[in-house]
């Protein structure tokens, strides 16, 4: 009849919103009440803010809450745990939030240094090893190379040394790209896509304007709108629309 197994925030969770939930209609009223009056106790005190007026109600709450609890469980339910709710909303009132003051903070350091032992004979002085050894990583790769991969310098997904295209679309550095996943593109996906890189580059623009000056009839300048319709949909109209037309213009 113990509820074990949790993690500290579990434990939070549990007793902060799941409490009232589980126990009501499985214990009589008024210790329902008692053990509702806990978890909101406990979920005031945890908030991300707090109020003095609150935290003043908490204190005053406290003694009455640990009386009803005492009227409830058995003397030897109680030990300092227990007993230490009395000072919690001073300490809150004291020093503020709990995030900043519980051992969260402590227990993620915890976690983190656990995960570098590798010999469970002598656990303090792997993971001390294993500390040294990153520290000396870390202070000796700071004067490594630009160019040699390192803690500091992670090598880039793409290498611009290697890169043989003159485009401007490919100069720069880019940066790392996450997982991907395979898609079928449609004819008209592909030809939006084409459109987009060629009206993007700096190499294609003189081409573009040829083929206004080519294809455009009309006296005045082209509207956005016209010309966006001029480059996509010639075809339509008679005309070759700009992709058509400058694949035959670069294979000639």
């Not at 010639?234 to 670069?250: C, E, M, T, Y």
């Amino acid at each position: 009849m113990r509820v074990l197994g949790m993690k500290s925030h579990d434990f939070h969770i549990w007793i902060e919103r799941i409490l009232p939930a589980m126990v009501r209609g499985y214990v009589p009223e008024h210790v329902w009440l008692a053990l509702s009056e806990l978890s909101y106790f406990f979920r005031q005190l945890c908030a991300k803010e707090l109020s003095r007026t609150v935290v003043a109600d908490l204190e005053r709450l406290a003694p009455v809450l640990l009386c009803k609890l005492e009227k409830i469980f058995p003397p030897g339910f109680f030990n300092p745990m227990q007993h230490l709710i009395l000072h919690l909303p001073y300490e809150a009132r004291m020093g503020g939030h709990v995030q900043g003051r519980w051992c969260y903070s402590i227990e993620r350091c915890l976690k983190t240094i656990r995960k570098k032992c590798r010999n469970k004979c002598k656990i303090e002085a792997s993971i001390a090893e294993a500390y040294i050894l990153e520290e000396v990583s870390n202070f000796t790769t700071t004067y490594y190379g630009d160019k040699l991969p390192s803690v500091h310098n992670p090598p880039p997904r793409y290498n611009d040394g290697d890169n043989e295209s003159n485009l401007s679309i490919f100069r720069g550095q880019l940066g790392s790209a996450s997982g991907s996943t395979t898609k079928t593109l449609t004819h008209e996906e592909w030809r939006h896509i084409m459109l987009y890189v060629l009206t993007n580059l700096e190499e294609v623009t003189p081409y573009m304007e040829q083929f206004l000056h080519e294809f455009w009839r009309r006296s005045r300048d082209p509207t956005p709108q016209e010309y966006d319709a001029l480059l996509r949909k010639g075809a339509r109209n008679g005309l070759p629309d700009f992709i058509s037309w400058f694949k035959r213009k670069v294979r000639a």
